[in-house]
């Protein structure tokens, strides 16, 4: 079995699915927080908090088992398969609070993981929108051709007019300007 890195390409896998997943963790947090409330607010009646414990608990972990499982059959071994575990035994051992809110933490970290790439992809398309698609490549003469950037190969020169943006790394050779350097890696 090999263990790899978590895609986060956009629309990579079931993770992406983030209403679903947020509908799984409130549905699931509100019975585990309710068989709390319940234990307080009416503490001669435990198998109503039970079971509302029960249901939640297995509501939050479902996701993470599937994926878990769905994982381990692809032969890849990402956290879900920790966090399944601890989840089970604790359902095994009856703590249904606490498999509840150890999934409840899990999926809500999911969910901002996944949030947070898709702002990360998002910048970086943004970045790469940036990146001029053409440059002005000087020729021996002095002239200027237009040529798609990916065709610039080191030792090209280029002329850079005011408000360009830089297609390709590389050092100022005649004149001065000022640059923005957001997409110069």
Request: aromatic letters at 6%; one cysteine or more; hydrophobic letters at 50%.
């Amino acid at each position: 079995m090999k263990a790899e890195s978590h895609s986060h390409a956009i629309g990579c896998c079931d993770h992406a699915d983030r209403s679903g997943r947020l509908s799984w963790l409130f549905t699931g947090s509100a019975f585990v927080i309710a068989a709390y409330a319940g234990d307080l607010l009416y503490p001669d009646n435990p198998m109503a908090a039970e079971i509302s414990a029960v249901i939640g608990a297995l509501l939050l972990a479902a996701p993470i088992v599937w994926s878990a499982v769905r994982d381990l059959f692809r032969g890849e071994l990402h956290m879900d398969a920790p966090v399944a575990i601890a989840v089970l035994s604790a359902l095994a051992l009856g703590d249904f609070r606490t498999a509840g809110i150890v999934a409840f933490f899990m999926l809500l970290a999911l969910v901002i993981e996944t949030q947070t790439a898709k702002g990360a992809h998002g910048a970086i398309e943004a970045l790469i929108r940036l990146t001029p698609a053409m440059a002005r490549r000087i020729l021996p003469a002095g002239k200027s051709e237009e040529i798609p950037a990916s065709a610039l190969v080191v030792g090209d020169r280029i002329r850079l007019l005011p408000g360009d943006s830089v297609p390709a790394d590389g050092e100022l050779i005649l004149g001065q300007t000022t640059l923005n350097e957001a997409t110069i890696t």
